[in-house]
């Protein structure tokens, strides 16, 4: 699994914080969106897909690689 998120869409809701608090995080100057892992075990996937899901500003993209993989971020924006 990847996920990136896009800071140019962040609304700064913290909903992504509040749901999964392990990965993601808020800047301390703009409250944008941060990730603070870049690789993910699968039993934190459900949860990376539900952030996706549930992000108003749509800024956080999963993308399923195989069952298997070892996960990796990126960040744009
Ligand atoms: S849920 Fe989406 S809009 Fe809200 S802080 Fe996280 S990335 Fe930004």
């Not at 996920?3 to 914080?17: F, Q, W």
């Given at each position: 699994?990847?996920?990136?998120v896009?800071?140019?869409?962040c609304c700064?809701?913290?909903?992504?914080v509040?749901?999964?608090?392990?990965?993601?995080?808020?800047?301390?100057?703009?409250?944008?969106?941060?990730?603070?892992?870049?690789?993910?075990?699968?039993?934190?996937?459900?949860?990376?897909?539900?952030?996706?899901?549930?992000?108003?500003?749509?800024?956080?993209?999963?993308?399923?690689?195989?069952?298997?993989?070892?996960?990796?971020?990126?960040?744009?924006?």
């Amino acid at each position: 699994m990847r996920v990136s998120v896009d800071r140019d869409r962040c609304c700064s809701s913290g909903m992504c914080v509040t749901n999964v608090p392990e990965v993601f995080d808020q800047d301390d100057d703009d409250s944008l969106v941060r990730l603070r892992q870049n690789a993910f075990r699968p039993d934190q996937f459900e949860d990376l897909r539900l952030a996706a899901q549930l992000c108003p500003g749509g800024a956080i993209t999963v993308v399923e690689d195989g069952p298997a993989e070892a996960g990796a971020a990126s960040v744009d924006g």
